[in-house]
């Protein structure tokens, strides 16, 4: 709800995202990341979490590139 409420309100999309990621709905998780870095490019826990599920699709290049960020942000 806070989403609809407050759509620029990156911690939305971290919380739901991450929720995701528990419930193993990895694609709805990435939208939600995807949604937080692009309101917030400064937060490295969006990039980090991006390359966390890019690594569980075996999509090597694509995780290290997010972690890579991830690192150079925090």
């Known amino acids: 709800k806070a989403i609809s409420l407050y759509p ?3 911690n939305a999309y971290y919380g739901r995202g991450k929720a995701y990621m528990h419930l193993q ?3 709805d998780a990435l939208n939600d990341f995807w ?3 692009k309101i917030d490019s400064t937060r490295a826990d969006g990039y980090f979490y991006l390359g966390a599920i890019f ?3 075996t999509d090597y290049e694509k995780a290290l590139n997010f972690l890579n960020q991830a690192l150079k942000l925090d």
């Open 8 to 10: 620029n309100y990156a």
């Open 25 to 27: 709905k990895n694609m």
């Open 35 to 37: 949604q937080l870095v």
């Open 55 to 57: 690594y569980q699709q």
